[in-house]
Nanobody, 119 residues
């Protein structure tokens, strides 16, 4: 069983910063991809940023230049540093990981963490 636990959300004023963390634990051989998605009220869940193992990060156009994804592989943890936050960044942020286990390759989602940006 694999567990995905996010932390770091909260309320911040526009222009401020937050850092989200996502720790993965459990029975697995390796992690292929770690990333962040978000879902605002009334909208579909969308990709924010992702980083494949040994690869380059990808960002949505809406966050390029403001958000930075990073991984600490020894801790199976991914971070999302969010700077210059805007009201439109308000959403529930979900961590998504793709892991390799004894029975195959699977994706797992965290429970989500709320980010609210006040204007």
């Amino acid at each position: 069983q694999v567990q995905v636990v996010e932390s770091g959300g909260g309320l911040v004023q526009a222009g401020g910063s937050l850092r989200l963390s996502c720790a993965v634990s459990g029975s697995m051989f390796s992690i292929n991809t770690m990333g962040w998605h978000r879902q605002a009220p009334g909208k579909q869940r969308e990709l924010v940023a992702r980083m494949p193992t040994g690869g380059s990060p990808n960002y949505s156009d809406s966050v390029k230049g403001r958000f930075t994804i990073s991984r600490e592989n020894a801790k199976n943890t991914v971070y999302l540093q969010m700077n210059s936050l805007k009201a439109e960044d308000t959403a529930v942020y979900y961590c998504r990981v793709v892991v390799v286990t004894t029975t195959g390759t699977y994706q797992y989602w965290g429970q989500g963490t709320q980010v609210t940006v006040s204007s």
